[in-house]
């Protein structure tokens, strides 16, 4: 397939993204408005962040008036899961891929551009789908961003809830498919749902920020299961 | 008041550095059977626990929210691909909030 077509498919598979993106960074737009931040700022901070929870928390931070420290050991604690998806993502890409791609395509890493790279047919994940993927999902996040920040009611309410389970749709339908023909897939998705709905109702362990109780039961699950079942040599991607 | 740009600037610096340093720093395939499989799951359990039970409070009501989380398992279960199942997903949302 061409790099052209490539971009394209990528694109077309980024569309829900662009929706879910336009509904969070709506209310982002407007929280950052309420912050006190301009239209331009909150625009700026998301086409140089492209991230939801991070830029959440950096408002108060900004609100607060706390310290250029402060503001790094957030980000890095909120967006630390990005990291362990990145070593995931390392592992898709053609080892003879020219160097400047990982450093394009490291900024559009968000958990949706990740989940959609990662459910790629092949093994190689090209580079050219990563792009597509990222010009779909970009708009959608700084529009909603200025939309928000310009005018709160600019979406009606029924929409805004709608779009809202768009991003989700998208990781069901990357997570459900291959459990069908794998046990092991299907246990971890289980068990995964499971623990994850564990730390939110459970006292303590819901003191715990989404991000990192992604990277607490994604050390755990994916560990154990790397241990008692490891891949075969050929078996991951030829599904 | 500190300067909102410098702080822009730190929070942008950082997020990018943690997605980029693994991408630029582990260029082969890990040969190792457990890391290799490792990251092989990592995807399955980050979006299963990012999906559940956060899609409940996606909403404005809960109801929305589950039927459309039970409609989108069944729909991608019988190979709906991915816009089908996200469109479906907001379908049902709009729909069921329409009479609640």
Redesign the interface.
């Known amino acids: 397939m061409s790099n052209f077509n490539l971009f394209k498919k990528g694109f077309?598979?980024g569309?829900?993204i662009f929706?879910?993106y336009l509904a969070v960074s709506f209310t982002f737009g407007i929280a950052a408005k309420e912050g006190g931040?301009t239209t331009w700022?909150a625009v700026?901070?998301s086409a140089?962040?492209?991230?939801s929870a991070?830029?959440f928390a950096?408002l108060t931070?900004?609100a607060s008036?706390s310290?250029?420290i402060e503001?790094?050991l957030t980000?890095?604690v909120i967006?630390?899961?990005?990291?362990?998806?990145?070593?995931?993502?390392?592992?898709r890409?053609d080892?003879k891929m020219k160097?400047y791609h990982?450093?394009l395509?490291?900024?559009g890493?968000t958990?949706e551009i990740?989940?959609?790279s990662?459910?790629y047919e092949k093994e190689n994940v090209p580079p050219a789908y990563c792009y597509g993927l990222i010009a779909a999902a970009f708009p959608g996040w700084v529009l909603g961003t200025a939309l928000g920040a310009v005018s709160g009611d600019i979406l009606p309410?029924?929409?805004l809830?709608?779009?809202?389970?768009?991003?989700?749709?998208?990781?069901?339908?990357?997570?459900?498919?291959?459990t069908?023909k794998d046990k092991v897939?299907l246990g971890?998705?289980v068990i995964?749902?499971l623990?994850?709905?564990g730390f939110?109702v459970t006292p303590i362990l819901k003191e715990i920020s989404?991000g990192f109780?992604?990277i607490i039961?994604?050390l755990i699950?994916?560990?154990a299961?790397?241990?008692f079942?490891?891949?075969k040599e050929e078996e991951?991607h030829d599904e | 008041m500190n300067n909102i740009y410098l702080y822009m600037f730190i929070m942008a610096a950082v997020t990018y550095l943690i997605r980029m340093l693994p991408l630029a720093l582990i260029k082969k395939k890990i040969t190792n059977r457990f890391f290799k499989s490792f990251l092989y799951y990592v995807p399955f359990v980050t979006l299963a626990v990012m999906t559940f039970p956060a899609i409940l409070s996606a909403t404005d009501s809960v109801w929305s929210a589950a039927a459309a989380f039970l409609v989108a398992m069944v729909v991608a279960y019988a190979g709906g691909g991915l816009p089908t199942v996200a469109t479906i997903a907001c379908a049902v949302v709009f729909i069921v909030e329409l009479f609640i």
Not at chain 1, 81 to 90: A, H, K, N, V
Request: glycine share 6%; net charge positive.
């Open positions: 077309k598979n569309i829900p929706l879910g931040l700022q700026l901070i140089t962040n492209l991230t991070g830029q950096a931070v900004i008036a310290s250029y503001m790094a980000q890095l967006n630390l899961r990005y990291c362990l998806m990145s070593s995931s993502l390392s592992q890409f080892t160097p990982r450093f395509i490291a900024y890493v958990d990740f989940g959609v990662s459910a309410a029924s929409i809830s709608a779009l809202g389970v768009a991003l989700y749709g998208m990781f069901i339908a990357i997570i459900v498919p291959p069908k897939l971890i998705v995964s749902m623990l994850s709905l939110a989404s109780r992604v039961l994604t699950i994916a560990g299961a790397a241990y079942f490891p891949i991951a």
